[in-house]
């Protein structure tokens, strides 16, 4: 049983950064992968970010490859997506979710899923 609360969400200009943060309960964190989705109204889902458990390998969409990174700290039972130099169509609402499997996140399923928090940025 794990249960997922982001935060760090807010409005941005184009080309400035922000930190999401997804805090998790369980012991078994540590085991778990991670991802980070995101989601606009009328449109899929889209993989963006996730992170493999044991040796945290990471993995990341085209569009966000060198200006996203994924992280985690385990001691503190959170992950983070620092997002740098963004633009207007990472606008959307960013969900956290975790699965005992990785390749599970880059097919767009989970284990658990968190409740999201809005991305708006602006140009």
């Known amino acids: 049983q794990v249960h997922l609360v982001e935060s760090g969400g807010g409005s941005v200009q184009a080309g400035d950064s922000l930190r999401l943060s997804c805090a998790a309960s369980?012991?078994?964190?540590?085991?778990?992968?991670m991802g980070w989705f995101r989601q606009t109204p009328g449109k899929e889902r889209e993989f963006v970010a996730v992170?493999?458990?044991?040796?945290?390998?990471?993995y990341y969409r085209d569009s966000v490859k060198g200006r996203f990174t994924i992280s985690r700290d385990n001691a503190k039972n959170t992950v983070y997506l620092q997002m740098n130099s963004l633009k207007s169509e990472d606008t959307a609402v960013y969900v956290c979710a975790a699965s005992r499997v990785f390749t599970a996140l880059r097919n767009l399923r989970a284990d658990y899923w968190g409740q999201g928090t809005q991305v708006t940025v602006s140009s």
């Open positions: 992170i493999t458990g044991g040796l945290s390998v990471t």
């Open positions: 369980g012991r078994t964190f540590s085991t778990y992968a």
